[in-house]
């Protein structure tokens, strides 16, 4: 955990309608925040252009490619021709995918981190089961992670409820991405499996991801600031 600065550890999400805004953001929250995170409604609404954020932030793109290992290959490499320090696929779509992915990425000069994305955080397990899937979210996050690490993966995105027990699995190696985090003073929305940026950390995730919490604050910087803070006293 001591390898990343806390100010480092917070990724912003950028979940807005344009390049514009997004831009606007980074300006309005650089003095603190230098990861932000671009998904799938701003890069689909205008593509590479969502990733060309100023004053040197650093991008973690969230594709979460997920499709027959050719076809992530050729999507993961372009992914990493935008330079975001981190790229996703879900590991939900197999080893051979993961292993490909990787190995396309090491022959890269200065490539993104890979990431394997294991069970959204808007799942439940009752949902889970639904979809067919009779193992409930924790044994399914630990047994994807198992798999995307022997693959190649850098790191995974999993939820802060399942951050702990990974550590204690598989080390501390590799890189956990952690969304569902939601400061105590925010609502959880959509986000079903949560823990606050103080307990994520604290359990062992490197990152951790707030869009809402901080954008929908009254003052979106102080906001920023204070899940850094929380972020510092987990790592002391």
Excluded at 189 to 202: E, F, G, L, M, S
Aim: proline share 7%; net charge positive; with cysteine.
């Amino acid at each position: 955990m001591g390898r990343i600065k806390p100010g480092d550890r917070l990724i912003v999400a950028l979940d807005v309608a344009s390049p514009a805004e997004a831009k606007r953001w980074v300006r309005r929250l650089s003095p603190a925040v230098g990861h932000f995170k671009v998904g799938l409604e701003l890069f689909t609404a205008w593509g590479p252009e969502a990733v060309k954020l100023p004053l040197g932030a650093r991008v973690f793109l969230d594709l979460k490619f997920f499709d027959i290992p050719n076809t992530m290959v050729g999507a993961v490499r372009s992914a990493a021709a935008l330079k975001p320090a981190l790229v996703n696929i879900h590991a939900l779509a197999g080893p051979t995918a993961v292993r490909q992915c990787a190995a396309a990425l090491k022959k890269l000069k200065n490539p993104p981190k890979l990431l394997a994305v294991t069970i959204l955080t808007s799942f439940t397990d009752e949902e889970l089961k639904r979809t067919g899937m009779r193992n409930g979210a924790g044994k399914m996050v630990s047994d994807l992670c198992r798999m995307a690490l022997a693959a190649g993966a850098d790191g995974v995105v999993a939820s802060p409820l399942e951050v702990k027990k990974l550590r204690e699995e598989f080390g501390e190696k590799f890189i956990i991405v952690t969304p569902g985090v939601r400061p105590s003073w925010s609502e959880k929305n959509d986000q079903k499996r949560t823990a606050t940026p103080y307990r994520a950390v604290k359990d062992g995730a490197d990152y951790v991801v707030v869009g809402r919490p901080i954008l929908n604050a009254p003052d979106p910087l102080e906001a920023a600031r204070t899940v850094i803070r929380e972020i510092e006293e987990a790592c002391e």
